[in-house]
T-cell receptor, first 115, second 112 residues
Framework: GAVVSQHPSWVICKSGTSVKIECRSLDFQATTMFWYRQFPKQSLMLMAT?????????EQGVEKDKFLINHASLTLSTLTVTSAHPEDSSFYIC???????????FGPGTRLTVT | QKEVEQNSGPLSVPEGAIASLNCTYS??????FFWYRQYSGKSPELIMSIYSNGDKEDGRFTAQLNKASQYVSLLIRDSQPSDSATYLC????????????FGAGTRLAVHP
């Protein structure tokens, strides 16, 4: 149980284009989903928290107009990186929580390379 | 500022030994604590959760929590080379939508 999928697993895009990443909880309903970013050899950095049907809460320093988050249902959240630049190249990981116990279950991650 | 402190390592142990990973946290109100394992290039995987003071065992893993000392640890018995990974300690912020604060992780290397 508690399986989270992400799509795509990797993506290469050109500078200035937008990329959408999907995160799905496959066998449970996620009250809250989280988006993280991780640069090589660095720790996880929380970007935003999203609850189904409401606006995402962004961490300090994360541009909400650049990283658009939509949490349309209890099993799906999307992250759109708009006008991507090479410095946005990173490993983006989503996680989902059932709300009980506080555990977060992570998706496999999406490796974004912006050329 | 809510924080988690972990020794970055690497912690090197021989195969078959006990690996001991430690973590301190800053939020006295936190009720939930977690250990995640992250292999290089992969996403974190939940291996243990603990909510009460004392020990919690699951297979070769034992988590220990001491809320008075704001300390949580993970013991891995009979360590295997496949346990070589970065271990992340995390706690949930009290009243924070299950938001977790992660430590930077301790890199464990189990050598044959």
């Amino acid at each position: 149980g508690a399986v989270v999928s992400q799509h795509p697993s990797w993506v290469i895009c050109k500078s200035g284009t937008s990329v959408k990443i999907e995160c799905r909880s496959l066998d449970f309903q996620a009250t809250t989903m989280f988006w993280y970013r991780q640069f090589p050899k660095q720790s996880l950095m929380l970007m935003a928290t999203s609850n189904e049907g409401s606006k995402a809460t962004y961490e300090q320093g994360v541009e909400k107009d650049k990283f658009l988050i939509n949490h349309a249902s209890l099993t799906l959240s999307t992250l759109t990186v708009t006008s991507a630049h090479p410095e946005d190249s990173s490993f983006y990981i989503c996680s989902a929580s059932t709300g009980t116990g506080g555990e977060q279950y992570f998706g496999p991650g999406t490796r974004l390379t912006v050329t | 500022q809510k924080e988690v402190e972990q020794n970055s390592g690497p912690l090197s142990v021989p195969e078959g030994a006990i690996a001991s990973l430690n973590c301190t946290y800053s939020d006295r109100g936190s009720q939930s604590f977690f250990w995640y394992r992250q292999y290089s290039g992969k996403s974190p995987e939940l291996i243990m959760s603990i909510y009460s003071n004392g020990d919690k065992e699951d297979g070769r893993f034992t988590a220990q929590l001491n809320k008075a000392s704001q300390y949580v640890s993970l013991l891995i018995r009979d360590s295997q080379p496949s346990d070589s990974a970065t271990y992340l300690c995390a706690f949930s912020i009290s009243g924070g939508y299950n938001k977790l604060i992660f430590g930077a992780g301790t890199r464990l290397a189990v050598h044959p």
